[in-house]
């Protein structure tokens, strides 16, 4: 059975960051693409960032390009997402997401973590 557990997130000041994590389990890691994504209250859920199944290659949100950095250890099956620079409007319920496409849709993909709470204040 597929599974997803994020972790990291918390409570942070305005400027400050956190690093997040995924790890996994159930399905060929390295096959698929990981994908970051954030809900806030009141708002639609929001593609953050991604990253190939060999880490190659990545892609951003204009929000948070230059202040996040997604990465990925295959060996540990866990996806990573550094976020620095964090700003009030970062605070949402943040999920990692696992695609075989490289894609931003969020209903293209596959399996969802649970998500982790990150709340940002100036």
């Known amino acids: 059975q597929e599974q997803l557990v994020e972790s990291g997130g918390g409570l942070v000041q305005a400027g400050g960051s956190l690093r997040l994590s995924c790890v996994t389990s159930?399905?060929?890691?390295?096959?698929?693409?990981m994908g970051w994504f954030r809900h806030a209250p009141g708002k639609q859920r929001q593609f953050v960032a991604r990253?190939?199944?060999?880490?190659?290659?990545?892609f951003y949100a204009d929000s948070v390009r230059g202040r996040f950095t997604v990465s990925r250890d295959n060996a540990k099956k866990t996806v990573y997402l550094q976020m620095d620079s964090l700003k009030p409007e970062d605070t949402a319920v943040y999920f990692c997401?696992?695609?075989?496409?490289?894609?931003?849709?969020?209903?293209?993909?596959?399996?969802w973590g649970q998500g982790t709470q990150v709340s940002v204040f100036s």
């Open positions: 997401a696992a695609a075989k496409d490289p894609t931003v849709n969020a209903l293209v993909y596959n399996y």
């Open positions: 990253i190939s199944g060999s880490g190659a290659s990545t």
């Open positions: 159930g399905f060929p890691f390295s096959l698929y693409y």
